[in-house]
């Protein structure tokens, strides 16, 4: 059975600092590209940032380049997202996602795989 499985969530203050963390199982991932969304309250599911299987590609939404990195380690099959100098509209439940193809995309629909989110709350 394939599983994503996100941790890392939280609350933390304005200006903070998380890491999440996306474990894969079920199959081997170091071929897919993988991907982190969010989601806010009453907003669509959106695109943070993507890598692609070999680590050397990464995608970021113009909103949180600078502050976000994407990274995964295949050994482990685990892909991370850092979050720095963290900002309350960043507030949303994060998903990891896992495109066979191995090709980082930007859309929903790229992907084939889904974790069921971890909960990032942002306080001003």
């Known amino acids: 059975q394939v599983q994503l499985v996100e941790s890392g969530g939280g609350l933390v203050q304005a200006g903070g600092s998380l890491r999440l963390s996306c474990a894969a199982s079920?199959?081997?991932?170091?071929?897919?590209?993988m991907g982190w969304f969010r989601q806010a309250p009453g907003k669509e599911r959106e695109f943070v940032a993507a890598?692609?299987?070999?680590?050397?590609?990464?995608y970021y939404t113009d909103s949180v380049a600078g502050r976000f990195t994407i990274s995964r380690d295949n050994a482990k099959n685990t892909v991370y997202l850092q979050m720095n100098s963290l900002k309350p509209e960043d507030t949303a439940v994060y998903y990891c996602?896992?495109?066979?193809?191995?090709?980082?995309?930007?859309?929903?629909?790229?992907?084939?795989?889904w974790g069921q989110g971890t909960q990032v709350t942002v306080s001003s």
């Open positions: 079920g199959r081997t991932f170091s071929r897919d590209a």
């Open positions: 890598i692609n299987w070999s680590g050397g590609g990464t």
């Open positions: 996602a896992a495109a066979k193809d191995g090709v980082a995309g930007t859309a929903l629909l790229e992907y084939d795989y």
